[in-house]
């Protein structure tokens, strides 16, 4: 095996994920690749976001008892760009590899693709949905939105866009990039951190690569949370519309509508459909296009209240 990356943290924010399992993946892969090349080094640090789930906090404790593992606890929660910041000053390698901690690698060989890889600045490495997931998951509206979402995930998609279509759920990346060019710490809720992290990246002239090496999703949560998620998310793109303007599908349809319809319209239409938009994603039976409708009508909504 020739390694082009002989060390790596691979750094795990949390918020309220048992990350017991992925972990043990993680080091079991390390560990086949450091049995083949003796000098590879690696570390893992899990950072604990200020979880309320006190028994999810408790166990993932016990990963700090792990060789080459660390355990980072927030008192509160600082967000989700100062706690990836954060991960980055703590990392101790050349390479920093960020996973989300709701995720598992799809393949043994996941960390081994890694540090082969001719990558430098930035490797993203995609997401995928198992297949075998179709068959077990009904009705649940992420699952519904991801699967439908996956022929844009393959590496040859993303690399036709490699910022715009850039995402940290699962990307390697060297380290002094990420202290030069880190998470905006403005960004404390849910979305769009890793939409203005491509941004930045290509402003700055660093190249992204995309490969097929994904992370899986295996925890979908319910319909009723998802959307909660979704709603936040479009009150953080609406928050930072102005630095995302060009980066995003939403602001670009959105401009165009409030050009042709007033936004008292938009906001009485979404006002008279929502009950029945949510009814319907909140239903066994949720739509894609209704889920469509909903997210760009609280946008409009969120245009006029702060109009």
């Keep these: 095996m020739r390694l082009t990356k002989t060390s790596i943290s691979i750094l795990l924010p949390s918020y309220n994920n ?5 972990v043990s993946n993680l080091c079991v892969q390390a560990e086949d690749i450091k049995n083949q090349v003796p000098l590879f080094a690696y570390e893992i640090i899990l950072a604990d976001d200020g979880s309320t789930d006190k028994d999810v906090v408790e166990a993932n404790r016990s990963i700090g008892n792990i060789p080459n593992c660390r355990f980072i606890e927030m008192n509160e929660n ?3 760009s100062r706690i990836r910041n954060r991960l980055a000053q703590e990392a101790r390698y050349d390479y920093l590899l960020y996973m989300d901690s709701d995720m598992m690698p799809y393949s043994g060989a996941f960390l081994k693709s890694y540090v082969t890889c001719h990558g430098n600045d930035v490797i993203d490495g995609g997401v995928i949905v198992p297949k075998y997931l179709n068959r077990i998951i009904k009705g649940n509206l992420r699952h519904l939105y991801e699967r439908a979402a996956q022929p844009l995930h393959t590496a040859e998609k993303r690399s036709g866009n490699p910022y715009r279509d850039f995402h940290t759920a699962n990307f390697l990346v060297r380290r002094e990039v990420m202290l030069a060019l880190p998470f905006d710490e403005r960004f404390r809720s849910y979305g769009y951190e890793d939409v203005l992290l491509g941004k930045r990246l290509k402003q700055a002239g660093m190249e992204i690569m995309h490969i097929d090496n994904p992370v899986a999703f295996v925890h979908f949560e319910t319909n009723d949370s998802f959307l ?8 953080t793109l609406y928050q930072f519309r102005d630095d995302l303007r060009g980066y995003s599908n939403m602001i670009t349809a959105t401009d165009v509508i409030n050009r042709v319809v007033p936004l008292c319209i938009s906001r009485f239409l979404f006002w008279l459909s929502a009950p029945l938009l949510r009814a319907n994603l909140r239903s066994k039976q949720p739509s894609l296009k209704i889920f469509g409708m909903y997210k760009m009508g609280y946008y409009l909504s969120l245009c006029h209240k702060n109009k």
Aim: aromatic share 0%.
């Design 18 to 22: 048992d990350c017991r399992e992925l």
């Design 78 to 80: 600082i967000g989700r």
């Design 228 to 235: 909660k998620k979704s709603e936040c998310a479009m009150c």
